[in-house]
């Protein structure tokens, strides 16, 4: 496991037609690469992860977001493959974002905030892939990633069809539909309504992340969106917090409790600007951006596309992933369609690695 | 159609365990009570609902909430029923809430805001029974609300078995599920993080509601529950704001900009220290409180308990609803349970009252 960082001074031409020069992508790799290059697998990473999909640093408590999938004789298998994971233009891991300085300015007044530009799913990929050229990987062995890391896959397979030889994208769909619009915009209200954020004028610190309160309840309301009704019946229930007054106002039921506790974790890694920016790339995300329609899009790629999805993700639909394999098929290119049969929710591509883990290194090992 | 505030100086005894005293509810009738007042239909109104139901006062814009419901030769016939709608206690319509001067007190300090008492859904039912009795209704002729309406009407027949000839309880559950209490969740925590809320220490200004921006972003959550992904589809798709930039960080989605309308309405009549108390009622709601089970809860009824149903209301999932009748078949008390196909969401009982106004009228004129 390494990390990198890799900064680019050529100008990276956004969907927008706006520029970011200079930029900085920060990744981590694992395995090691053959000497053709033919063994790298891209991971793709969703929302609010970051490069660092599997393993453990000695100063982490905690095991990168993918630790079950990716590794030594993991599905995705280091001894066998070189992993690529990268993290996206936007978040805040280490890639330039709004939080990063802009070239040449001094002091506080120097940060993009606002000033970055919108940066569009297709921005992300085409920014990986001139990561991927500089490392000389002109042909990865697969793309696999979940929710908008398999948003990103999909693009991968229309913007650069030569790029891989296969492409994985798992719980996703292509094109983020209105519910998921909406809650974006809640979201981004409630980041805004907080007085912390003075309009995106916080005080910017490398050493740490402001940690607001606003933030911290749109990813209560985030949260909802990753577990079905099942899992939270599951885990949750109706049951209250002993220690809570059943009639106080504020007093909570257990569920409450979690989404303080996990709002809250969350502000310690994650920065309200940057949630800003990705999930309005979520928002806009649209496979057919610069196509007439979806077949036209699809009928770009040329590699096998693998489609993974969750009978009980509520977030994407599988009948929209469904969408994607008919169109497929209809034009004559190689794709397959999986459905693991799950009522935990969107989150399952994360947490149930046990019951997909096997198909995808059956997936991954018979790539021709 | 009469409006009409009735003024109870003896205490209301809350599941609580405190005390509501003197205390106010404000409610509207329509039609005319028979010699025997043994015509009056009870409509019981939704978590944002009030007293004014149907009909148009001068000084309106829009008719009550229900009033394709509720009229002259309506399915609930103002010719033939005499109707009463009563504002919940808590709510800001004109009954007793946290916007209330607390008896005896003078000037701003003298408000209850968040010195009000938690109040139940059994409570709400409990201070209309009061309001009943003083109007010497003993027995009603029906029983009938939506949602929180709905929740309303079981208890009531749990709570008050010979109080109606017939209970009919539409988009509901017996409990709230921890989704909806999650989503509730999420919402106090907007409304409270608003700086303008000032822990609910606002100016209360009974000519206004002080529109806050919390409030109108909770509501927008709120929206969100109330209609399907089917619906956003329909109404919305991906469809973009046309004067809104396509890449500015801030532009809309057409969803978006109907949010923001939503929202912003809302506030102009509801108030948020009472929205807080409505939606906590409305997740601690479980019809079995002070009962071992739902089944020593349901046995209790002794009038025709009719169930109405949405197939496609994610709010409340209609295996909840049908959780209800099966115990009552177990029962061996009488029960039916309608069921109303429609992808539009938990709003469908106000938005689609031509797809089940027709029922509801056969199962009124049938009662016995």
């Given amino acids: 496991m390494q990390t990198h960082t890799k900064i680019f001074t050529n100008p990276l031409y956004l969907t927008s037609g706006r520029i970011l020069e200079p930029y900085q992508i920060i990744y981590e790799t694992y395995g090691t690469l053959n000497d053709d290059k033919s063994n790298a697998i891209l991971i793709t990473h969703a929302l609010t992860g970051s490069h660092h999909c599997a393993g453990r640093y ?52 120097g940060y993009y905030r606002f000033k970055f530009p919108v940066i569009t799913i297709q921005d992300m990929v085409k920014a990986i892939r001139i990561l991927l050229n500089s490392l000389e990987i002109s042909c990865l062995y697969a793309v696999i990633g979940g929710s908008m890391g398999g948003m990103q896959a999909l693009s991968f397979a ?16 292509y094109s983020s539909n209105p519910q998921v619009i909406m809650i974006n915009k809640v979201m981004r209200e409630i980041v805004m309504l907080d007085s912390d954020f003075k309009g995106g004028n916080y005080a910017i610190n490398s050493g740490e992340l402001p940690a ?16 079905s009704l099942a899992t939270m019946q599951k885990k949750f229930a109706r049951n209250y917090v002993g220690t809570d007054g059943a009639f106080d106002l504020l007093g909570r039921f257990e ?31 649209d496979a057919t951006l610069g196509f007439d329609n979806l077949e036209n899009a699809l009928k770009k790629i040329k590699s096998p596309l693998h ?15 469904l969408e994607i394999k008919k169109c497929m098929d209809m034009l004559n290119i190689p794709c397959t369609f999986y459905e693991v049969q799950s009522d935990y929710g969107h989150d399952s591509f994360l947490v ?17």
């Avoid at 607001?212 to 577990?227: E, P, V």
């Avoid at 409450?256 to 309005?280: H, S």
């Avoid at 489609?307 to 992933?321: A, H, Q, R, T, V």
């Avoid at 198909?359 to 021709?368: F, G, M, P, Q, T």
Wanted: charged share 20%; glycine share 8%; hydrophobic share 40%.
């Fill in 58 to 109: 000695e100063h982490e408590k905690k095991v990168g977001w993918w630790d079950n999938m990716v590794g030594d004789h993991k599905p995705i298998d280091t001894t066998k493959y070189f992993v690529i994971c990268a993290n996206v233009i936007g978040s805040c891991y280490g890639s330039t974002s709004p939080i990063s300085p802009i070239y040449g300015s001094f002091g506080d007044n």
């Fill in 158 to 173: 229309i913007l650069y069809p030569k790029s891989a030889r296969a492409f994985i994208p798992i719980a996703m769909s």
């Fill in 212 to 227: 607001f309160k606003g933030l911290q309840i749109a990813r209560m309301l985030g949260f909802s969106q990753y577990i």
């Fill in 255 to 285: 569920i409450e409790r979690y989404l303080d506790y996990n709002g809250a974790n969350f502000t310690k890694y994650f920065d309200p600007l940057c949630y800003l920016y990705l999930i309005r790339a979520l928002s806009m995300y």
């Fill in 307 to 321: 489609l993974i999805g969750f009978s009980g993700d509520n977030m994407f639909p599988i009948n929209e992933m």
């Fill in 352 to 368: 149930e690695v046990e019951k997909y883990g096997e198909y995808v290194k059956d997936l991954i090992d018979n790539i021709k």
